[in-house]
């Protein structure tokens, strides 16, 4: 179908736009080695985005490869979520701005109302020079090297170039301006590659509701489309009634369906136990769950 793509975009108000895969790494280890290699490798700018970090060797290590990158005169721009952030010490934050780099926090709390305090900046994204974009599911955290656990959490990064990470570089840009902050183009001009490449759909998940989040409508759209296989790796599993009704539909008319989900080791186990009353009727229908037994699992993919 050669209008697919431009059909799903449509209909998900994702950005159409081109790119390669240059990267993919699973496991803690490897992600924190793949982003601080990445932070080094930067010549003009890094933007990164994130929400959870906790004090740990991981942020120490955050910390040490930005200042060392901000001293060669690298422009440097962090998002970061308030609550996500909240064990960070200021004098962590007040360390990294002495070398000039600039932070900017989402939704801090500030008297705000405590509703509109649950809104949070759940993106983890790193663009290095408007050429280079990692994105996964990893915070900034020891977490995920798996303490008091037999295994590191399961969870990947991959890694883009092309004119994807300008778009993922605007993207970071419209966030950084509606927090208050300032871009000046002449300075950070977007640069995509002028290449063709492969077609990609990037999907914003801006101010999601329960009437209406442009991820959630892609899931809807990407479900109806399958015909062979739909493979999910999930770890909060909590489908609403009419996402398992899609489920169910694609099985019925013969696609594969597969779904990966979190196992006793998990750091919300009401979530674990609640997702668990909704496996019955997949199961029923012969769409086989399994649950991560030797850790706990952070990934989404579908």
Request: glycine share 8%; hydrophobic share 40%; charged share 20%.
């Amino acid at each position: 179908m050669p209008n697919f793509i431009f059909s799903i975009a449509t209909l998900t108000h994702s950005l159409i736009t081109e790119g390669k895969v240059t990267g993919f790494w699973v496991g803690a280890s490897d992600i924190f080695t793949a982003r601080l290699n990445a932070i080094r490798s930067a010549k003009y700018s890094i933007q990164f985005e994130t929400y959870i970090m906790t004090p740990g060797r991981h942020a120490n290590d955050f910390a040490e490869a930005i200042i060392s990158q901000a001293q060669k005169g690298v422009k440097i721009q962090i998002i970061v979520d308030a609550y996500g952030a909240k064990s960070i010490k200021k004098s962590y934050w007040k360390q990294l701005q002495i070398f000039g780099v600039e932070i900017l926090f989402f939704n801090s709390l500030k008297g705000r109302d405590i509703l509109q305090y649950l809104h949070r900046n759940h993106r983890k994204l790193l663009v290095i020079d408007g050429k280079l974009a990692l994105v996964g599911g990893a915070g900034i955290s020891d977490y995920w090297d798996g303490i008091n656990e037999p295994a590191p959490w399961l969870d990947y990064e991959v890694s883009f170039e092309g004119e994807i990470a300008a778009k993922l570089k605007g993207i970071f840009q419209k966030h950084w301006l509606d927090l208050g902050g300032i871009v000046d183009y002449n300075i950070e001009p977007l640069n995509p590659a002028p290449f063709k490449q492969q077609k990609l759909l990037v999907t914003i998940g801006e101010n999601p509701n329960y009437r209406n989040s442009p991820i959630r409508n892609l899931f809807k759209t990407s479900v109806l489309a399958a015909r062979e296989r739909i493979w999910i790796a999930s770890p909060y599993f909590l489908p609403n009634p009419s996402s398992v009704k899609l489920l169910l539909d694609a099985k019925r008319r013969g696609v594969e369906i597969k779904i990966l989900t979190m196992g006793e080791r998990t750091d919300k186990k009401y979530i674990h136990y609640t997702s668990r009353e909704l496996y019955g009727n997949l199961l029923k229908e012969g769409i086989e769950i399994y649950e991560h037994q030797p850790s706990m699992m952070h990934a989404k993919v579908i």
